[in-house]
């Protein structure tokens, strides 16, 4: 089998801790060939720390230049249509990072635009291999869980607003909160109950501690960097503009119903949840605890999970690397991709829908931006 090439588009914290060391893993079937970022310090001491033989300072020079295969999109989130264009009008297939758009309308282009030059695009919702998500996954389409009819949960920190990139400003980032975890936790609910639709959403979002407090004490793991950062920009509260905090409820097309909370700063305990409520069981994660009956008792069950059942366990990032590898060996083997097109075109109209609500004060349904 013909090795794939592959470039890295910027050479931040998740480039460093999570794409490069996957496909530094799979050597058998990538060559890293290039990597870029406008700070061409961090360029370099990237292609120095995983032995890739170029680096560069313009994306369109490295992609006219080497012509790779796949290329990684790495760059902040207001980025990521114009960087993953440039990466498919090269003819690369592309992982870019979440959330892939900032609109409903630009994941379109996007995904048209892949469609149209034949490559695939697939957005990073890496979080779905996490054992937890895999397990529930299993255990709904098994039909242990039955119907669910209720989800909830909470990815909360109660101070871990990223502060060494530019996750904070509306320009770079789009969103705050809600585009950097809650995508996560709303792509992977939706996938485990067989990526069911979002019909309708009330939402709210605030921001009232992280442009006013200084000095809280609060560390890069809190705020999402448990490895450390590797290209720090100056952080000022003044310059905090998107939501630190986001809440609400949706209706989904099948009845069932979700609430969630998600948050880089509340006064409230750090939490990271999901609960779903179905006919015959309910899961509790990341616990993976199913809580059902049998005969007169209500029982738990705690499944025994094996050490090969949770793989690259000693990553950062694990799921960069099962991702990667779902997408090689689509590109390599026609296996069919994990996370598709029109799921996450759909969580980024939920996204978008949770936001217009918010602004709005009413209930949004998610039609009004899907069309
Ligand atoms: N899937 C996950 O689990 C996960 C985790 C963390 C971050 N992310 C996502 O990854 C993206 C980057 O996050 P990060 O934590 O690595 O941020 P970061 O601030 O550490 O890195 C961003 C890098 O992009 C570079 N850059 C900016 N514009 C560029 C351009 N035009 N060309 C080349 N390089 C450019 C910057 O110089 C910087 O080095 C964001 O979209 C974020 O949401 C995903």
């Given at each position: 089998m013909?090795?794939?090439?592959?470039?890295?588009?910027s050479?931040?914290?998740?480039?460093?801790?999570?794409h490069?060391?996957?496909?530094?893993?799979?050597a058998?079937?990538?060559?890293l060939?290039?990597?870029?970022?406008?700070?061409?310090?961090?360029?370099?001491d990237t292609?120095e720390r995983?032995?890739?033989?170029?680096?560069?300072?313009?994306?369109e020079k490295?992609?006219?230049?080497?012509r790779p295969d796949?290329?990684?999109?790495c760059v902040?989130n207001?980025?990521?249509?114009e960087?993953?264009m440039?990466?498919?009008?090269?003819?690369?297939?592309?992982?870019?990072?979440k959330?892939?758009?900032?609109?409903?309308?630009?994941?379109?282009?996007?995904?048209?635009a892949?469609?149209?030059?034949?490559?695939?695009l697939t957005?990073?919702?890496v979080?779905?291999?996490?054992?937890?998500?895999?397990?529930?996954?299993?255990?709904h389409?098994?039909g242990m869980?039955?119907d669910?009819y209720?989800?909830e949960f909470?990815l909360v920190?109660?101070?871990?607003?990223?502060?060494w990139?530019?996750?904070h400003?509306?320009?770079?980032?789009?969103?705050?909160?809600?585009c950097?975890l809650?995508?996560?936790?709303i792509?992977?609910?939706?996938?485990?109950m067989g990526?069911?639709?979002?019909?309708?959403?009330t939402?709210?979002?605030?921001?009232?501690?992280?442009?006013?407090e200084?000095?809280?004490?609060?560390?890069l793991?809190?705020?999402g960097?448990?490895?450390?950062v590797?290209t720090r920009?100056?952080?000022?509260?003044?310059?905090?503009e998107v939501e630190?905090f986001?809440?609400?409820?949706?209706?989904?097309?099948?009845?069932?119903?979700?609430?969630?909370?998600t948050?880089?700063?509340?006064?409230?305990?750090?939490?990271?949840?999901?609960?779903?409520?179905?006919?015959?069981a309910g899961?509790?994660?990341?616990?993976m605890?199913?809580?059902?009956?049998?005969?007169?008792?209500?029982?738990?069950?705690?499944?025994?999970?094996?050490?090969?059942?949770r793989?690259?366990?000693?990553?950062?990032f694990p799921?960069?690397?099962?991702?990667?590898?779902?997408?090689?060996?689509?590109i390599?083997?026609?296996?069919?991709?994990?996370?598709?097109p029109?799921?996450?075109?759909?969580v980024?109209?939920?996204i978008?829908?949770?936001?217009?609500?918010?602004?709005e004060?009413r209930?949004?349904?998610v039609?009004e931006?899907?069309g």
């Amino acid at each position: 089998m013909k090795k794939l090439k592959v470039a890295v588009i910027s050479c931040g914290m998740i480039a460093n801790k999570g794409h490069l060391p996957a496909y530094r893993h799979y050597a058998d079937r990538c060559e890293l060939a290039a990597v870029c970022d406008l700070n061409p310090q961090a360029a370099q001491d990237t292609a120095e720390r995983f032995g890739v033989r170029k680096w560069y300072t313009d994306a369109e020079k490295m992609l006219a230049k080497e012509r790779p295969d796949l290329v990684s999109v790495c760059v902040p989130n207001g980025l990521h249509k114009e960087v993953t264009m440039l990466a498919l009008s090269y003819g690369a297939h592309v992982i870019c990072e979440k959330p892939i758009a900032l609109s409903y309308k630009d994941a379109r282009e996007m995904f048209d635009a892949a469609a149209k030059a034949g490559r695939s695009l697939t957005a990073c919702q890496v979080i779905r291999y996490y054992p937890e998500f895999s397990f529930a996954k299993e255990m709904h389409e098994q039909g242990m869980l039955g119907d669910v009819y209720y989800t909830e949960f909470s990815l909360v920190r109660r101070r871990g607003v990223p502060k060494w990139g530019a996750f904070h400003k509306k320009a770079a980032s789009g969103g705050g909160v809600l585009c950097d975890l809650g995508v996560h936790m709303i792509d992977a609910a939706l996938w485990i109950m067989g990526n069911q639709k979002v019909r309708s959403v009330t939402g709210m979002t605030s921001s009232y501690l992280s442009r006013t407090e200084d000095g809280i004490v609060t560390s890069l793991v809190e705020s999402g960097a448990p490895a450390g950062v590797f290209t720090r920009q100056e952080y000022r509260k003044e310059d905090f503009e998107v939501e630190e905090f986001a809440c609400g409820s949706m209706r989904l097309e099948n009845g069932s119903c979700m609430n969630f909370k998600t948050a880089w700063a509340v006064n409230l305990p750090g939490e990271y949840s999901m609960r779903m409520a179905g006919t015959k069981a309910g899961i509790l994660l990341p616990e993976m605890k199913l809580l059902g009956t049998m005969g007169r008792y209500q029982t738990d069950f705690e499944p025994k999970v094996f050490p090969g059942e949770r793989p690259f366990a000693g990553e950062v990032f694990p799921g960069h690397f099962l991702l990667a590898e779902n997408v090689m060996d689509h590109i390599q083997n026609g296996t069919e991709l994990m996370i598709r097109p029109e799921q996450t075109l759909h969580v980024t109209a939920v996204i978008e829908a949770v936001y217009r609500s918010a602004e709005e004060g009413r209930e949004v349904l998610v039609s009004e931006i899907e069309g």
